[in-house]
């Protein structure tokens, strides 16, 4: 049977694409295996338990010394409107909805996406699992039951290197009528993300009040670069959650979950208020002019007859708004407790919340001078304790050991040892007299001092970034600035090198091909990448021959061309492979290279670039 019959027996819904690939690939000498399995296609539902029906077939292919995945129907068609029917939206993105979506088996489009060519064994295992589990190609094979139970990751979850920080499953269940759902960037850059609550009107036990707005039962709590989504239930029953963001052109579906609320929930109330932003510093904090002094998480535990002082530095001339709200005190009350103040380029804002209970402080801000409304600039969540609670004048063995073990833990340079008598401190209802704050303060300190050390150690751009910024807009910036100095010239050598790599990195694999694909190489060609791999760190009895060097260039994954280029580091190159390297380049110059050869020439540049920086 030719691949032409197939290509019309495809048209004709009488043969898959898979099949057809696969005779393409058998056709050019590829090889190639057929493999069937269990896919998660449109017909499944997140959190499903039993997934026998989603049967499918994928091909594995063996390319560039290793085998890698093709899923040829969903490269080139996606079904889109595909709904069961059984879903109402009860809340979208802080705003309370009633959609109840309409059933639909959807409709089948052309649509080419070529995340599923080559996929990462990694990556491919969340959405498709093989009868037979060597064609996992992963070291330690998924079961069955781990397949059905893993997080439901889509493609954009992979492409913009989010994480879950939460069970890394599909399924969640309430604990006294709450789930915690958690993500982050791997690169632990701040991200745009939303989100859709669902109710499952059908499997449900019970059934939403129809009076019931769901407006107020999802808080983002913002930390730097993880987000964490707190959904309380207000009644039993099955629900789904879509987070949606993550990407700098839009907002793709990252991942979903089912939630399963299977608890009596008569005292979970909603939230005082859900601002679009979220709870704590975010983006739209730094966008205002704000930047976190005290208080860098969304969530703050008011102890009984405590002021709470939360600090930001100015970045602009701005004018403020405190607002604190409570469910069910009037604002105008409220107003009474909170306040703030404006020294220099500082903001303190100062609450005392009046009552037990669960109140919202919402810091809003505008131009100085400006006629036009205040905008939401950040917003905290604050519970407190029974203020009803009787002060006690004495303190028991455990109190004084707490104190003790507060004021002890002022001569350790451990911050965790100092957090941790923090924190048993806290437990108990005693007086500061000036010790907690000192701990505090010792405590930040030697985290700045810790990040710093070991973003140099890592010498990583991205976190050696996040520590420099961190140790710079702290107020021991000055105490800081050997560490801050050191890491700053660090990350200064770090962005030159990531400067050199950048016109290799853009490169495409054909270029990469085309240079490996040579038989019987000009010297220029031969030395410029023997150049290359030296510094790399290869060893010269590894590149005698150009059979050798073509070998190297056929490895993938950690082993491959581009990815050493990406992670190289001069802390791992000797002053004799930087000699033998420029001896072999120094009779040739960028254009007689990129004459000879666009890809030749830009591995020139970047081995010329690392030589020259490094004598």
């Known amino acids: 049977m030719s691949p032409q019959h197939i290509v019309q027996l495809v048209i004709q819904r009488k043969a898959s694409y898979n099949l057809l690939f696969v005779m393409l690939c058998r056709a050019v000498k590829i090889p190639c295996v057929f493999i069937r399995g269990l896919a998660k296609s449109a017909a499944y539902e997140v959190g499903d338990r039993t997934v026998d029906k989603l049967g499918n077939s994928w091909t594995a292919v063996f390319v560039?010394?290793?085998?890698?995945f093709v899923f040829p129907l969903w490269a080139f068609s996606a079904i889109v409107g595909h709904s069961t029917g059984t879903w109402t939206l009860v809340e979208s993105d802080g705003q309370g909805a009633r959609e109840t979506e309409a059933k639909s088996s959807g409709v089948t489009v052309a649509n080419f996406n070529d995340y599923y060519f080559l996929t990462d064994p990694d990556e491919f295992i969340y959405t498709c699992f093989p009868h037979d589990s060597k064609w996992q190609l992963l070291a330690k094979p998924y079961t069955k039951q781990q397949f059905i139970d893993i997080a439901n990751c889509e493609q954009a979850y992979f492409e913009n290197h989010i994480q879950i920080t939460t069970k890394l499953e599909c399924l969640y269940k309430s604990e006294n009528g709450v789930c915690d759902i958690g993500i982050k960037k791997a690169n632990e850059e701040e991200f745009k993300h939303l989100y859709k609550l669902y109710f499952n009107h059908e499997l449900s036990k019970t059934k939403l009040s129809k009076?019931?707005?769901?407006?107020?039962?999802?808080?983002?709590?913002n930390n730097k670069s993880a987000v964490n989504f707190r959904i309380r239930f207000p009644g039993e029953g099955i629900y789904k959650m879509e987070i949606y963001g993550g990407s700098p052109t839009g907002f793709p579906l990252i991942c979903s979950f089912r939630l399963d609320?299977?608890?009596?929930?008569?005292?979970?109330k909603p939230f005082p208020c859900n601002p679009e932003s979220g709870f704590g510093p975010n983006l739209v904090t730094v966008a205002a002019g704000l930047e976190a002094e005290s208080h860098k998480t969304g969530f703050i535990n008011v102890k009984k007859n405590k002021n709470v002082n939360i600090r930001f530095n100015l970045n602009k001339h701005v004018q403020v708004q405190t607002v604190l709200v409570h469910n069910n005190i009037q604002e105008e009350v409220l107003s009474r407790h909170v306040n703030h103040k404006v020294k220099g380029q500082h903001l303190e804002v100062n609450v005392e919340v009046p009552q037990q209970g669960e109140y919202a402080l919402q810091i809003n801000t505008k131009p100085k001078g400006s006629s036009e409304p205040f905008k939401n600039a950040c917003n905290y969540l604050l519970a407190s304790e029974d203020m009803n609670k009787k002060k006690r004048?004495?303190?028991?063995?455990?109190?004084?050991?707490a104190r003790n073990e507060l004021e002890g833990c002022l001569k350790s340079n451990d911050p965790e040892s100092i957090q941790k008598a923090i924190d048993n401190f806290d437990q108990f209802d005693?007086?500061?007299?000036?010790?907690?704050?000192?701990a505090e303060r010792k405590k930040n300190f030697l985290v700045l001092q810790k990040e710093l050390k070991e973003a140099i150690a890592r010498r990583n751009v991205d976190v050696l970034e996040t520590a420099i910024d961190n140790a710079k807009s702290s107020e021991f910036s000055s105490n800081l600035q050997n560490h801050i100095t050191e890491a700053e010239q660090l990350l200064a050598e770090l962005r030159k090198?990531?400067?050199?790599?950048?016109?290799?990195?853009?490169?495409?694999?054909?270029t990469i091909s085309e240079i490996h694909s040579y038989k019987n190489p000009r010297p220029l060609a031969y030395d410029v990448m023997k150049a290359t791999y030296f510094l790399l760190g290869e060893k010269e009895d590894h590149l005698q021959e150009w059979e050798q060097i073509q070998g190297l260039m056929r490895k993938s994954g950690k082993?491959?061309?581009?990815?050493?280029?990406?992670?190289?580091?001069?802390?791992?190159?000797?002053e004799n492979m930087v000699n033998s390297a420029a001896q072999l380049l120094r009779q040739y110059d960028e254009e007689t290279a990129t004459t000879a050869s666009a890809g030749l020439g830009t591995f020139y540049k970047w081995a010329s670039n690392v030589v020259g920086n490094m004598t």
């Not at 560039?64 to 890698?68: D, E, I, N, Q």
């Not at 004048?393 to 050991?401: D, I, S, T, V």
């Not at 005693?430 to 000192?438: A, F, P, Q, S, V």
């Open 559 to 574: 082993q491959g061309l581009l990815r050493r280029v990406r992670q190289f580091d001069t802390i791992n190159v000797t």
């Open 64 to 68: 560039s010394g290793g085998w890698r």
């Open 211 to 221: 009076e019931l707005q769901l407006d107020r039962y999802v808080a983002v709590m």
């Open 497 to 510: 090198l990531k400067r050199f790599a950048h016109e290799v990195l853009q490169m495409k694999q054909s």
């Open 430 to 438: 005693l007086d500061d007299k000036g010790k907690r704050e000192k």
């Open 393 to 401: 004048f004495y303190e028991n063995a455990a109190e004084k050991k």
């Open 261 to 268: 609320c299977n608890e009596g929930v008569s005292n979970v």
